[in-house]
């Protein structure tokens, strides 16, 4: 916005300027006329004089005639021989010195006459001369001093400069309220201008056509503008949303500069993005992004995780990338592999040795009879085994394709007498090599339960057997305690410990067939997934920790369905 | 000025490129240690050429970059630390390398598992060694103290597996040959520690030119 005074000075200013140069200029041309008319003058008077030295007249009657003159209007005639010697001076009486280096004789001299204006040495006034020759030995010089001439001129000065002062006045009235005028009409101005780019509608009029019609047409463009603006802010939002929703990390990168990323890219590779590759302080990081840029691989390997990522080049330095986190992916597929592996092999096993057995019975049929009975227990024994493993299989999928909590009610101590069948004297698989050499106690209240009992029998034994199986020690305790909302259940062995790394992963399916524990002990390897598939339908936990005789207890917590809320 | 900053660049990408190779050498050394996986350490003893090459590589980088700039100041001193940081690394997988052959050679798994100092011992010079590169690529001087701090606890470790390896030996003597093996290969971690540690140390070099001994 432009303050009123600054306006005011812009007109005022300038014209101002004009009026002193028009009085500078008519100043100076005052001074030219008004010297001009003096000069014409003093020739005139030298004329008047010339004819006066003609006419012959009585020498004292001139002379008498041209002092008068002099007195009364301050013209001075001076007679002068060709030497420059004074012969007459109608201002000064008696002698004078010689003339003769004066410019206007010297001129007069040689025929040229001029005008000259100086400092008289006679009278010590500005004068101004004009001499010219009479006869070839007298010269006849006129002169008058310029007091009068240079007061008339001051005079004029004077009031030209009190004419322009008036004007200059009247020109800064004019400017003051033109100024008002001029602010007030940009501030309207800028003010429709700001409520044009707000995008109102409803703007102030002008009384001029072209500011309106200019400022109707700012309003149009501005409204159009912001529309699009939205529609662009709108997409972006859109586009921003879409691609922080996805499971891919997006980086789009021109040159070095990362010009846009995710949140998901930040969580993938585990560290902040920053606005530049040649920010990048973590060696991982930067050897993703070189990667990228060399595209040497697709696929990298960042500590534990694995990532994969796509590249498309819009041109020379413009690139995107899309990360994918594979680990869990890579992880699954090989526990999806092992698994596999697992099941046939465990399948394959007691099969083998039925067609082993059976092959032999069908060979010989002369085979004497403990032989006989030799194949067919090993027979039998494998078809068991392979009967229990399909169901624990089924169950296991059971329980993961249609978990259900029942709350049907059952008396602990009724259910635990049950299990002490199914695991005493001799475990539950028939044919088991292990003796159970070990000693069980067990420690329960004698209360209602609301659980599927055939859940809770399948917890129970499957720890138990777990614990008779790979435990060494030579004592399990098995505790069922009714808590407020739940039912712990642990089982306690005593050793030897398993490892903090192994903890989380003995809950998988054949985790004991593939790691660290004990072939020859045998056992589906499901027994832990189906005790931890349990847990889950009835919203607990399984943990596994440490305990006091050196060995670990497992604990499951199942939760009533009851206080399911 | 701009192409002596994207050179940097490069050679810092690179030498990143070099330094996961290596980390990850040495972690999957160690896996094929403790699960005896005889495919993962052939191909770590394969990725040691891999390795060397990219070495090879960074030095003809830093060469050119010498050649083209005749850099001073600050980036002298990068390229002088780079090539001294190259030379640790390649020997970081050099020792992956052997640590790979020791598993093809003996099944280690049951020997460890009554080590348990062994899972700490193989995880510090790893954590050393990527705490050192980040230090070098974000310029922290004062890294390497925390690190010397590190390297102590690795010697003290290294100490108490030897002694518990000897007892073994003197218990079991079917087990000799495993027990030299971890010997050796505990050996070569805290080498590999040392390393970590000397590249955290040229840090101080790097960024304000002081020389820093520890």
């Known amino acids: 916005m432009i303050p009123k005074q600054k306006l005011f000075a812009l007109i005022w200013l300038p014209s101002v300027v004009a009026l002193l140069i028009g009085l500078a200029l008519i100043q100076d041309k005052n001074q030219k006329d008004s010297q001009e008319q003096f000069e014409k003058l003093l020739f005139v008077s030298w004329r008047v004089a010339k004819l006066g030295y003609e006419a012959q007249a009585p020498d004292e009657e001139i002379k008498a005639k041209a002092r008068q003159m002099t007195e009364e209007i301050g013209f001075r005639l001076t007679l002068l021989s060709e030497v420059g010697q004074v012969l007459f001076d109608s201002e000064v009486n008696g002698e004078l010195e010689p003339h003769g280096d004066r410019p206007e004789f010297k001129a007069a001299l040689v025929d040229k006459p001029i005008f000259v204006t100086r400092q008289s040495d006679t009278t010590g006034r500005k004068t101004m001369y004009y001499a010219q020759k009479l006869t070839d030995n007298v010269i006849l010089r006129v002169s008058s001093p310029l007091e009068y001439f240079d007061s008339q001129r001051a005079l004029y000065f004077r009031q030209a400069l009190i004419a322009t002062g008036i004007l200059a006045l009247a020109v800064a009235l004019f400017s003051f309220w033109a100024s008002q005028r001029l602010a007030n009409v940009y501030r309207e101005l800028s003010v429709a201008v700001t409520l044009a780019k707000k995008g109102e509608k409803d703007l102030p009029t002008f009384n001029s056509g072209e500011l309106d019609e200019a400022l109707f047409a700012l309003s149009a463009a501005n409204q159009d503008l912001l529309g699009k603006n939205q529609e662009i802010a709108l997409l972006n939002e859109r586009l921003e949303y879409i691609l922080s929703k996805i499971n891919e990390g997006v980086v789009f990168l021109s040159g070095q500069n990362i010009v846009y990323h ?60 899309i990360f994918h986190d594979m680990t869990e992916k890579e992880k699954y597929s090989s526990y999806k592999s092992d698994l596999v592996g697992n099941v046939s092999h465990e399948l394959k096993t007691p099969l083998a040795l039925v067609l082993g057995a059976a092959e032999v019975i069908l060979k010989d049929p002369e085979m004497t009879r403990p032989f006989r009975e030799k194949f067919l227990n090993t027979l039998y024994r494998n078809a068991q085994r392979l009967n229990s493993l399909l169901d624990d299989l089924i169950s296991l999928h059971e329980l993961e394709s249609r978990p259900e909590a029942l709350a049907e009610e059952g008396q602990l101590s009724e259910l635990i007498e049950e299990i002490k069948e199914l695991v005493e004297p001799s475990g539950k698989i028939p044919g088991d090599k292990v003796p159970n050499d070990k000693t069980i106690e067990w420690l329960y209240d004698p209360v209602t339960i609301y659980f599927q009992s055939a859940h809770v029998i399948s917890v129970l034994t499957n720890l138990v057997n777990n614990a008779i199986k790979y435990s060494k020690g030579p004592k399990i305790v098995v505790e069922a305690r009714l808590k407020d909302h739940y039912l712990q259940i642990s089982v306690a062995d005593s050793g030897p410990v398993i490892p903090d790394s192994e903890r989380d992963r003995i809950f998988e399916r054949f985790y004991s067939m593939s790691r660290s524990r004990n072939r020859d002990r045998s056992g589906s390897g499901l027994g832990l997934a189906i005790v931890k598939h349990i847990a889950r339908i009835y919203h607990g936990q399984v943990r596994l920790t440490e305990n006091d005789m050196g060995g670990n207890t497992f604990w499951v917590f199942l939760t009533s369905p009851k206080d399911f809320s | 000025m701009e192409f002596m900053e994207i050179d940097i660049q490069n050679i810092k990408e690179k030498l990143s490129e070099m330094s996961v190779l290596v980390a990850n050498m040495y972690m999957d050394a160690i896996r094929s240690l403790t699960v005896h996986d005889e495919v993962l350490a052939r191909e770590v003893i394969g990725r040691d050429q891999e390795a060397d090459t990219m070495a090879l590589e960074i030095d003809e980088m830093c060469l050119r970059f010498l050649a083209r700039y005749a850099p001073k100041a600050a980036e002298l001193r990068f390229v002088v630390a780079i090539l001294r940081l190259i030379v640790e690394l390649e020997r970081v997988g050099d020792h992956s390398k052997v640590m790979a052959k020791q598993a093809l050679k003996y099944h280690l798994a049951p020997t460890l598992k009554s080590l348990p100092e062994f899972g700490e011992i193989s995880i510090l010079p790893y954590q050393m060694l990527s705490e050192a590169m980040d230090a070098f690529l974000g310029g922290w001087p004062e890294k390497f103290k925390i690190l010397e701090k590190t390297d102590e606890t690795v010697g003290a470790l290294q100490k108490s597996l030897n002694e518990s390896l000897v007892a073994l030996i003197k218990k079991d003597t079917a087990r000799t040959g495993s027990a030299i093996a971890l010997i050796n290969i505990i050996r070569r971690l805290e080498r590999i520690a040392d390393h970590a540690k000397n590249i955290a140390e040229m840090v101080p070099y790097l960024t304000v030119g002081e020389v820093a001994k520890g």
């Open chain 1, 262 to 321: 995710n949140q998901r890219v930040e969580e993938i590779l585990g560290c902040q993005i920053p606005e530049s590759t040649a920010q990048i302080a973590k060696p991982e990081i930067l050897s993703v992004f070189a990667a990228v840029k060399n595209s040497r691989l697709n696929q990298l390997k960042i500590g534990e995780k694995i990532i994969f990522f796509d590249q498309a080049r819009q041109n020379s330095d413009k690139l995107l990338v």
